[in-house]
């Protein structure tokens, strides 16, 4: 038993999140109570807990940067760790920078740690700001065990991270990745629990094979993927069933869940046998597909599959380097077309080669889809945002548009403007928005623009079984009122009825 104190902590988002923004006055998209929460983490605390360290975590992503700074100030008083970890994001490089700020002003003597995708890429950067940190780079878990257990703390000799020494920035040969998935604790959940949440994060694998553009991921998967065993994740289902009682739902976040189509059926028998009483979702390549899989998917409560397609617009698409097509879309909803499982087809606004012409291409298509399995999207369809480590910065880079110099600025993290201006692209995402997006539907634009879908819709509305989808088409007001509710929910209950007892195919 080392003894140590080890504090982790993630800190406070930007407020405003440009990608999600609805227009230059919006603040996107906020965190909610069932929000995921940082698995990296989670994992951090659990793995270094089992070594022996005393761990706690702060996570603070929610917070404002003063609310963050008192809490985090106000736990390193009453816990006084020995060394303290940043999880530092490309949406939290504002806050982090500034809490480093003060944690060396304050502290001489506190070791402090950083890692996190923004560390990993902007190491550099980061350590001639702040000589006295050490970065993790990619995977943390062996590597902070190495660094707090090295009584002598000599960095030189530990792989997988980045110091400053004489003034000079210093790397180590990368840390080989963990192939024995397996022989990691599950991650430490309690430390996001609360009385509200009723959503669990997991993952089963860690890592992607491709390097989609605007994706930042293989500066640490490497491009390789690695499985946990199907055993070791449903003995992870198992204890979040046993140790969280409002547990509703769970989300699984890997980079390609459905990539190993045995496996992922395999995983589904081991679910149906498990017979838990809990909805799932998960995230999902667009192949490859089948329909034996889509079938164990539904028998094993998945609710939601969420597909990244990005775009309508083939040439767009073809340019992201996803090694996709949107034909592979169209295949893919074709086989969940009579499943109850929910489809979601994430899409970006504002990718090189944008024009008006692809934002119709885009509308066009979608529709195509919604034809065939109706897809419940909401305003918050993304545009695109600029990260460091992806293809798409380091062409920025390279063209004279960007430099490091700005992720060091207090400013948000920028949207991609080289090809079209904010005003553009916020008249693209409205014009998508108003043509597919089922909440603008009870706006006037909206209805004229979608009152060709109105059948599909109202299909979907009732071969689903979702009332509560009413709310998107019918203004808040009227849906509230008492009347309305009964009348409506008589109306839906008789038109359920005949469906069922037709079985009528809308």
């Known amino acids: 038993m080392s003894g140590k104190k080890v504090l982790l902590t993630s800190t ?94 304050r502290y001489n003597n506190l070791l402090v740690v950083a890692g996190g995708i923004h560390a990993t890429v902007m190491y550099e950067q980061l350590l001639r700001v702040f000589p006295r ?120 976040h890997d980079d390609c869940f459905l990539l190993n189509t045995e496996r992922a059926i395999d995983f589904c028998r081991e679910i149906i046998n498990l017979k838990p009483n809990i909805d799932f979702y998960c995230s999902a390549r667009l192949k490859p ?31 992201t380097n996803k090694k996709i097509t949107i034909q592979d879309a169209e295949n893919a909803i074709s086989l969940f077309r009579n499943s109850k499982i929910d489809i979601y087809m994430f899409l970006i606004v504002g990718l090189p080669g944008e024009t008006n012409n692809s934002i119709n291409n885009t509308i066009k298509f979608i529709r195509k889809l919604q034809r065939i399995k109706y897809i419940r999207y909401t305003s918050d369809i993304a545009l695109l945002g600029v990260y460091p480590g992806t293809s798409i910065y380091t062409d920025l880079v390279k063209a004279g548009k960007m430099d ?42 909206g209805f004229s623009r979608q009152i060709t879908m109105l059948f599909y819709i109202i299909r979907y509305i009732l071969k689903e079984e979702k009332f509560y989808v009413l709310r998107d088409l019918i203004p808040e007001k009227i849906f509230n009122h008492e009347q309305f509710q009964l009348v409506a929910r008589k109306i839906y209950n008789k038109l359920i009825f005949l469906l069922n007892r037709r079985r009528y195919d809308y």
């Open 289 to 319: 597909l089948t329909p034996e899989l889509v079938i164990f998917l539904e028998k094993a409560n998945f609710r939601l599959v969420m597909f990244g397609l990005e775009t309508g617009d083939e040439n767009i698409l073809r340019k």
């Open 404 to 445: 490091d110099e700005f992720w060091l600025k207090n400013e948000l993290t920028p949207l991609y403007t080289q090809e079209n201006d904010l005003q553009t692209l916020f008249y693209f995402k409205q014009k998508l928005i108003n043509s597919i997006c089922i909440d603008r539907f009870k706006t006037l634009r």
């Open 12 to 105: 406070s988002f930007e407020k405003t999140v440009l990608v999600t923004a609805v227009d230059e006055n919006s603040s996107g998209v906020q965190m909610t109570e069932n929000s995921h929460y940082p698995l990296g983490l989670g994992y951090l605390h659990s793995f270094l807990e089992k070594n022996g360290f005393n761990v706690e975590t702060a996570w603070l992503n929610m917070l404002s940067l003063n609310i963050c700074r008192e809490k985090l100030f106000d736990k390193i008083e009453s816990f006084r760790p020995d060394v303290i970890g940043l999880q530092i994001l490309t949406p939290n490089r504002v806050s982090s920078i500034n809490i480093l700020n003060d944690l060396f002003n």
């Open 133 to 252: 940190l050490i970065i993790v780079l990619g995977e943390g878990e062996y590597t902070y065990l190495e660094l707090l257990t090295d009584n002598k703390l000599n960095p030189a000799n530990i792989p997988g991270i980045a110091f400053t020494l004489n003034g000079k920035v210093l790397i180590n040969p990368r840390r080989e990745l963990i192939s024995d998935l397996d022989s990691l604790p599950f991650p430490k959940h309690s430390a996001f629990w609360h009385e509200k949440r009723e959503v669990a994060s997991i993952i089963t694998s860690r890592g992607c094979p491709f390097a989609c553009s605007f994706c930042s991921l293989d500066n640490i998967s490497q491009r390789r993927i690695r499985f946990r065993s199907i055993s070791n994740v449903i003995e992870e289902i198992k204890f979040l069933i046993s140790s969280f009682k409002n547990l509703k739902a769970i989300c699984i």
